[in-house]
């Protein structure tokens, strides 16, 4: 069993910067892939970003190349996406997962077996 608790989230205005954090307890968090993926109202959860365990590889959904940097501290148990140049299209709850996916699936949140309750980011025009 992997507990995850995300912290960070706010309200920030466009073209602010914020920084959403996810510490994990429980099972060897250095073992698991994480990813972020986020839910607006009224959509679908997306994937946002993903690293593989050893933070070697990152992965990230087009909307946020360029913007977003994911990064892990193995020794803290903590994974966390650096978010640059907010738009308002970015307003959702952000939520980390724990998994074990295939590189070609490091997206697919079925993937993914423990999620975190998630930290409301909104973002102001």
């Known amino acids: 069993q992997v507990r995850l608790f995300e912290s960070g989230g706010g309200l920030v205005q466009a073209g602010g910067s914020l920084r959403l954090s996810c510490a994990a307890s429980g099972r060897t968090f250095s073992g698991y892939a994480m990813g972020w993926f986020r839910q607006a109202p009224g959509k679908e959860r997306e994937f946002v970003a993903a690293?593989?365990?050893?933070?070697?590889?990152?992965y990230y959904a087009d909307s946020v190349k360029g913007r977003f940097t994911i990064s892990r501290d193995n020794a803290k148990n903590t994974v966390y996406l650096q978010m640059n140049s907010l738009k308002p299209e970015d307003t959702a709850v952000y939520s980390c997962?724990?998994?074990?996916?295939?590189?070609?699936?490091?997206?697919?949140?079925?993937?993914?077996?423990?999620w975190g309750q998630g930290t409301q980011v909104t973002v102001s025009s």
């Open positions: 997962a724990a998994g074990i996916p295939p590189v070609q699936s490091m997206g697919v949140k079925s993937w993914y077996d423990y």
């Open positions: 690293i593989s365990w050893s933070g070697g590889n990152t």
